[in-house]
């Protein structure tokens, strides 16, 4: 591994300001060093030299990754691309000899795009996470300690009923960023999805039942929605993800014995009978210690890298996918008039 390295920003009582881009979370994470990028235009990495140039000396810029994955020998890999190209550049790093990927959500923008992934990353033994980063929040692990205990019982505010769950944002689409959401809601709710039904804002009423969009850069072509999830294990969510709505992320977890109430910042614990309307409320208890988000997914990844038996990582490529058939589904039951889809949901 590499020495540590400056993440470029100076630290403050509280420890390094916490990074926006992969590049930058690499540099709090010691045992790697960055040796090659890539880029389709030529600027973005000659600015890339500039930020980084102090940190990194002599990094090996590309316009062509097949080409960096000839070259260079990489034992980790980010992918950073537009949503619909994330597929073949994972397929071709997992036949390179990279033994780690972290890709950003979501997985992809078909179903069979996400099977490829998924397929030669296990042919060939590489560990992969998806960058959901709310995985590795601590505010949501102590709000998941709320709903069930590690072995899959239920925790103290009992088995959960219902979720309901916004995110509002001028690039609240449902691909680019509501994946976001939509995974955090099949993670706390601990079941796959057995239907899900779904319409669409009114400006996008005629898209569907497959994705058209860029792959997130233009936020026009990238739906805004609603859906009704009905998972296996009876909890049913309603998730709305909108272009429409004012800034917010947050979800709403009714449980058989109280509720939660969380988003990124705080949560709170609403405990009590179902039947009792005027609940009491205290914030919600975070007994773990907060590690920026890309550093802890470096971490399991490597630490998988290194230890195959750990299993697989808190964001798997597996999860991602049923994210990604939630969304489908979504923009499949809107072009059938709002019908059902049943799991397992197929490309259109």
Request: glycine share 10%.
């Amino acid at each position: 591994g590499a020495a540590p390295r400056s993440a470029g920003a100076a630290p403050t009582p509280l420890g390094h300001p916490w990074p926006n881009s992969h590049a930058a979370g690499y540099a709090l994470f010691p045992a790697a060093e960055v040796v090659a990028v890539c880029d389709l235009k030529p600027e973005l990495l000659d600015q890339f030299r500039r930020n980084w140039d102090a940190t990194w000396p002599g990094v090996a810029t590309y316009t062509d990754y097949r080409a960096l994955l000839e070259r260079e020998r990489i034992d980790l890999l980010s992918v950073v691309t537009p949503d619909h190209v994330h597929a073949q550049i994972v397929v071709d790093g997992a036949a390179a000899g990279v033994k780690g990927i972290l890709c950003e959500k979501p997985i992809a923008t078909s179903l069979a795009d996400a099977d490829r992934m998924i397929d030669a990353c296990e042919r060939h033994d590489v560990v992969m996470s998806i960058n959901h980063h709310r995985r590795w929040e601590a505010i949501y692990h102590a709000g998941l300690e709320q709903l069930r205990a590690p072995d899959g019982s239920p925790g103290p505010l009992g088995p959960v009923q219902r979720i309901v769950a916004t995110f509002g944002a001028p690039r609240g689409m449902l691909f680019r960023n509501g994946t976001h959401l939509i995974d955090t809601v099949c993670w706390l709710a601990g079941a796959e999805p057995e239907w899900v039904a779904g319409a669409l804002d009114p400006e996008h009423d005629d898209y569907g039942p497959r994705y058209t969009g860029d792959g997130g850069r233009d936020p026009s072509l990238d739906p805004g929605g609603s859906g009704l999830i009905r998972f296996t294990n009876g909890v049913q969510a309603y998730v709305t993800c909108s272009k429409r709505l004012s800034a917010t992320f947050e979800l709403d977890v009714f449980c058989e014995s109280g509720r939660l109430r969380i988003d990124d910042n705080a949560g709170t614990v609403y405990p009590g009978p179902a039947a009792k309307r005027a609940w009491p409320s205290h914030p919600l208890p975070v007994a773990h210690p907060q590690r920026e988000m890309t550093v802890a997914a470096l971490t399991e990844i490597v630490d998988r890298m290194e230890h195959p038996g750990l299993g697989e990582t808190s964001s798997p490529p597996t999860a991602a996918r049923m994210s990604l058939a939630v969304i489908l589904g979504i923009l499949q039951s809107h072009a059938a008039g709002n019908a059902p889809i049943h799991f397992p949901v197929k490309d259109a």
